[in-house]
């Protein structure tokens, strides 16, 4: 894969890969490498021969910092990811306590009006209880006066 000498336009933002331009820019500079890339995946197996140690040695240099560059670079977006995931959830927990607090300040009034609701149900039981002893009372003296 050989990229033309002529700078690669995109437009912003890159919805495809998620990358910024910056990014993509950064990732193209991997491959826009001087060394003539190997067809069979880092082992240079027959050409070997051809290189002589020094050589080998200074290409096996350049293909660990390329190889540490894209790692840090992995590593970067990982951590950018967890960061955001972070941000992400603290931004739910702090909405799913608000919801909290709610739901117990809702609690606590219904608490109350229940309780309210229980002292006025005790009141009227006393008073209809009072009322029907005096209803029996004056039953019980309709019946002595009318003997």
């Given at each position: 894969m050989f990229l033309a000498e002529e700078d690669v336009q995109f437009q912003?933002?890159?919805?495809?890969?998620?990358?910024s331009y910056e990014e993509l820019q950064e990732l193209l500079s991997f491959f826009e490498s001087e060394e003539p890339v190997s067809s069979n995946s880092?082992?240079?197996?027959?050409?070997?021969?051809?290189?002589?140690?020094?050589?080998?040695?200074?290409?096996?240099?350049?293909?660990?910092?390329?190889?540490?560059?894209?790692?840090?670079?992995?590593?970067?977006?990982?951590l950018e990811n967890l960061t955001d995931?972070?941000?992400?959830?603290?931004?739910?927990?702090?909405?799913?306590?608000?919801r909290l607090s709610l739901v117990i300040n809702q609690y606590h009034v219904v608490w109350l009006e229940n309780e309210r609701l229980r002292?006025?149900?005790?009141?009227?039981?006393?008073?209809?209880?009072?009322?029907?002893?005096?209803?029996?009372?004056?039953?019980?003296?309709?019946?002595l006066t009318s003997n």
């Amino acid at each position: 894969m050989f990229l033309a000498e002529e700078d690669v336009q995109f437009q912003l933002p890159v919805h495809e890969t998620d990358f910024s331009y910056e990014e993509l820019q950064e990732l193209l500079s991997f491959f826009e490498s001087e060394e003539p890339v190997s067809s069979n995946s880092g082992s240079e197996g027959s050409s070997r021969a051809v290189y002589s140690p020094d050589e080998r040695k200074q290409r096996r240099k350049v293909s660990n910092r390329e190889s540490a560059k894209r790692s840090r670079w992995r590593k970067k977006r990982h951590l950018e990811n967890l960061t955001d995931q972070v941000n992400q959830l603290n931004v739910e927990n702090r909405q799913l306590k608000n919801r909290l607090s709610l739901v117990i300040n809702q609690y606590h009034v219904v608490w109350l009006e229940n309780e309210r609701l229980r002292s006025e149900s005790e009141a009227l039981w006393a008073k209809l209880s009072d009322l029907y002893r005096t209803s029996a009372a004056m039953q019980y003296n309709q019946v002595l006066t009318s003997n």
